[in-house]
């Protein structure tokens, strides 16, 4: 009896076992394919946003199923029909590189606020990340930015930390509550 009690409970350790590492797959599957991807678009040869389906991926890892990547949304839908999704190979062959939270993360690193000249930190998501300045002086954020722009943003937007992008936000939005100071002169030319 103990010993028909003892294999029970071996199998169903094993089979637990098995469902938390197949469940732990399809969890990573999930999150590693989640987020807003930059791809060029093979028929436009144009950046296009696409999403991967990271549900239906996680779900078919975790059921042992061979994982078939296919897009859940795609930024060119809107003009056009659902594609072959041709561009899922860019997406095989480097995920990670086409993440546009990456993409972004890696474009701050080294770079100055175009306002106080500090260098912009480390870029948190979620948290306070930093802005842009647009070629007319105006700061957005980047949920204001459609990711298929990112390239051209990239090429002509300068970075704004965060704390700079809440002052100019304010300054432009409520004017008449600012006062501007002049620059208290410079000590040190003083003493010279």
């Known amino acids: 009896m103990n010993l028909v009690l003892y294999a029970f409970f071996a199998v169903a350790a094993a089979g637990t076992i098995f469902l938390l590492v197949r469940s732990a797959v399809g969890l990573y599957s999930y999150f590693h394919f989640r987020g807003t991807r ?5 028929e436009t040869k144009r950046p296009a946003a696409v999403e991967i389906d990271a549900a239906h991926l996680g ?4 059921l042992g199923m061979g994982p078939r990547m296919r897009l859940e949304d795609c930024s060119r839908w809107q003009v056009r029909e659902r594609c072959d999704e041709p561009c899922l190979s860019q997406l095989e062959n480097a995920p990670e590189e086409c993440l546009v939270r990456r993409i972004v993360t890696l474009w701050y690193e080294g770079k100055d606020c175009a306002f106080c000249h500090k260098a912009i930190p480390p870029v948190e998501w979620p948290g306070h990340q930093p ?13 204001e930015i459609p ?13 704004v930390c965060w704390n ?5 936000t304010f300054r432009r939005e409520h004017p008449e509550m600012v006062v501007e100071r ?11």
């Open 131 to 143: 802005a842009l300045m647009d070629p007319n002086g105006r700061t957005v954020q980047w949920h």
């Open 38 to 42: 930059l791809v060029t678009c093979p």
């Open 147 to 159: 990711a298929e722009q990112l390239p051209d943003v990239l090429a002509t937007f300068r970075p």
């Open 59 to 62: 779900l078919a890892s975790a």
């Open 164 to 168: 700079c992008h809440v002052t100019e």
């Open 182 to 192: 002049p620059n208290p002169p410079n000590s040190k030319q003083d003493a010279a």
